[in-house]
């Protein structure tokens, strides 16, 4: 008799929660609102990202360079 009472309450959980999911719940909604566009692999650097990088060091070196000889001549 326990057992059964035990697997009513489960039973009647089970019915719950899904009528809630399916009826109630806002999952698949903010599933779909957050989902991402396109693959994972579209948000990879571009070939201008990279020359962008490489203008940057070459920026940073020749400030540097230009600080060096701006200190020897003082």
Do not use: C, K, N, W
């Amino acid at each position: 008799m326990t057992l059964f009472v035990a697997l009513v309450g489960v039973g009647t959980f089970v019915y719950f929660a899904y009528q809630y999911l399916v009826t109630e719940s806002r999952i698949p909604e903010l599933l779909e609102r957050y989902r991402p566009l396109g693959s994972v692999t579209d948000g990879s650097a571009t070939r201008f990202d990279a020359e962008r990088g490489y203008r940057d060091l070459d920026a940073a070196r020749s400030h540097r360079e230009a600080l060096s000889l701006r200190t020897r001549t003082i």
